[in-house]
């Protein structure tokens, strides 16, 4: 069964419902996942996106903040919630896809402005949900096999991830302990990046444009936060990869993240 997903932290469901409605209607993703829905369950659009055929959905949201969802035009089946670090702040979904495989939408925290777990409670709560995660996949009796995880991780673990390596080193999203445990998230599931199977990891790729930027498309100071990974028995069904750089200047009030596609088949 061939199936494409796409994976978008939106800044507000709400507030970018038509930016939504341009991507299915341009690319057409069988499941749309998106991350920082920023709305309560009740109060999530259903029936907009049961109109643009995504009748299948998975929420779990909160006032203002963060908030997780999957939109599917196939079935899902088994939906389940992950909390971490002992707080209920909608950050982890998944679900069953009618192909077998086990779909994971994440939100990872962003973690402040300061890269200093002992100055900066923020970023010691990445550190540690990171950790929890991680031991998480490893102890997991279906670990490494049918499963695909898609998300703002929040972090750009490669060199070409960001517009300059040597820079942001001490920036947030790139410092080496940063990396170093999403490595181990990685390991801990095999997982294989979908998005870097298609492309060299010596090619410049990026999914965020802060909105700082007076003209992000000059400056192109990107960052690849938002990932796409696989187990390795799905890599052979690996067809084609996609991020949408246009996306960024969509009208009106883009999200600073793209979204990024995989199809499988």
């Given amino acids: 069964m061939a199936i494409k997903i796409a994976t978008w932290n939106i800044n507000s469901v709400r507030l970018r ?98 890269p200093d777990p002992t100055a900066n409670p923020k970023f010691a709560h990445k550190l540690a949900f990171l950790d929890e995660m991680t031991a998480w996949w490893n102890a997991r009796a279906t670990r490494a096999k049918n499963q695909i995880i898609v998300g703002d991780m929040n972090i750009a673990p490669l060199e070409h991830d960001v517009w300059s390596h040597k820079q942001l080193l001490d920036v947030v999203s790139h410092t ?22 298609f492309v060299p990891a010596e090619q410049k790729l990026y999914s965020w444009w ?33 991020i949408l750089r246009d996306a960024r200047g969509w009208e009106p009030k883009p999200s600073d993240h793209v979204p990024v596609i995989v199809e499988l088949g």
């Fill in 210 to 242: 802060s909105y700082r930027a007076a003209d992000w498309a000059a400056s192109n100071r990107g960052r690849r936060l938002d990932h796409i990974w696989v187990t390795p028995d799905l890599v052979p069904a690996l067809k084609a990869q996609t």
């Fill in 17 to 114: 419902l038509g930016l939504i409605e341009k991507l299915s209607q341009s690319h057409a993703p069988d499941v749309i996942c998106l991350q920082e829905t920023k709305v309560i369950d009740d109060a999530f659009p259903h029936q907009a996106f049961t109109d643009l055929g995504y009748t299948h959905q998975h929420i779990c949201g909160m006032k203002s903040y963060n908030g997780v969802a999957i939109l599917s035009r196939v079935p899902l089946e088994n939906k389940s919630v992950q909390h971490w670090q002992g707080r209920e702040d909608c950050r982890h979904i998944y679900a069953t896809l009618p192909t077998g495989a086990e779909l994971h939408c994440v939100y990872v925290p962003a973690g402040g402005d300061i």
């Fill in 176 to 197: 080496p302990i940063e990396v170093e445990k999403l490595d181990a998230l990685q390991r801990a599931n095999e997982w294989v990046d979908a998005v870097r199977h």
